[in-house]
């Protein structure tokens, strides 16, 4: 009964690869996120989509791509991986895009070689 | 300016201490304050909202100081249970929510 659920969990791949993260809310909520979590621990909010829409978009290369299929699905695609992007990835869900508390999923490790 | 600054700690207390974390802001525009918690290698969970009155949760009290833009967390009767990452976070009314770096709590026997 996991209510935010992300896949894969770990993610080893080489520099120059492409690779997608996958992200499951339960929970009903009308808006999704993606936060990159870094080696010193830094939580940094990449997306945020309400309705299947995007609303927030931080300074992300555009290597990243989100999709939002539908309400309980956001999706990460990278292109072109970099040593660099290296870090924990966090998907997370809230009832509404302003004001709610967030959902985080178990996040996914990505190690690139 | 950092958007919003906590001190890193670590904070190192004895079990059943009374410790406190602040967590300023200088976005004057922020609506919402949260504190969360994250263990080790773990995901962040939601602590508790901070309302404006202030409000507590057990052993947890919240604070939100609008003047001086800070809000606060005091852990009273510490348990080893509590050590953890503490992070504050915030919402603008546009929709972006962002984190504090988090403060360290080590609880000893």
């Known amino acids: 009964d996991t209510a935010v659920s992300q896949t894969p969990k770990y993610l080893v791949t080489q520099m120059g690869n492409d690779k997608s993260i996958k992200c499951e809310q339960n929970l009903g909520h009308d808006t999704m996120y993606w936060y990159k979590q870094d080696s010193k621990k830094f939580l940094k909010i990449m997306f945020s989509?309400?309705?299947?829409?995007?609303?927030i978009n931080e300074t992300v290369p555009n290597r990243f791509s989100p999709k939002s299929p539908d309400k309980a699905h956001l999706n990460l695609h990278i292109n072109s991986l970099e040593l660099g992007d290296s870090a924990v990835y966090f998907c997370a869900s809230s009832q509404g895009a302003r004001g709610y508390e967030q959902y985080f999923g178990p996040g996914t490790r990505l190690t690139v070689t | 300016r950092k958007e919003v600054e906590q001190d890193p700690g670590p904070f190192n207390v004895p079990e059943g201490a009374t410790v406190a974390f602040n967590c300023t802001y200088s976005n004057s525009a922020s609506q919402s304050f949260f504190w969360y918690r994250q263990d080790c290698r773990k995901e962040p969970k939601l602590l508790m909202s901070v309302y404006s009155s202030g409000n507590e949760d057990g052993r947890f009290t919240a604070q939100l100081n609008r003047a001086s833009q800070y809000i606060s967390l005091l852990i009273r009767d510490s348990k080893l249970s509590d050590s953890a990452t503490y992070l504050c976070a915030f919402d603008t009314n546009a929709g972006k929510s962002t984190f504090g770096d988090g403060t360290t709590l080590t609880v000893k026997p």
């Open positions: 989509y309400n309705n299947k829409e995007l609303i």
